[in-house]
């Protein structure tokens, strides 16, 4: 069974930087795409960034040139560097294979407020 860790949110003002991490359990981890994804109330679930098994890495508009993927396969982690935060990406912040297709985990907070 898959199971999905977050954790590294914080409140942040404007401006600032964050580093969310992510444990796998359950998978081969090297072969898969991973991915995060983000949520705030009323609204879905939307792609923040992906990195694929190779290293590949995409990223949604709203984040590109800010935030960054990276993957630590010994680790089975995944971590999201989030540098010059803005109020709208607060968010509960998740991770996933990237299709999106695995059971989500409790997510961690993102608050970014002065």
């Known amino acids: 069974q898959v199971e999905f860790v977050e954790s590294g949110g914080d409140l942040v003002q404007p401006g600032g930087s964050l580093r969310l991490s992510c444990t796998v359990s359950?998978?081969?981890?090297?072969?898969?795409?991973m991915a995060w994804f983000r949520q705030v109330p009323g609204k879905q679930r939307e792609l923040v960034a992906g990195i694929g098994a190779d290293g590949y890495t995409n990223y949604g508009e709203s984040v590109r040139g800010r935030f960054a993927i990276s993957r630590d396969n010994a680790r089975k982690s995944v971590y999201l560097e989030m540098k010059t935060l803005k109020p709208e990406d607060a968010a509960v912040y998740y991770c996933n294979f990237r299709n999106g297709q695995g059971s989500w985990g409790q997510g961690t907070q993102v608050t970014v407020s002065s």
């Open positions: 359950g998978i081969s981890f090297t072969y898969y795409a």
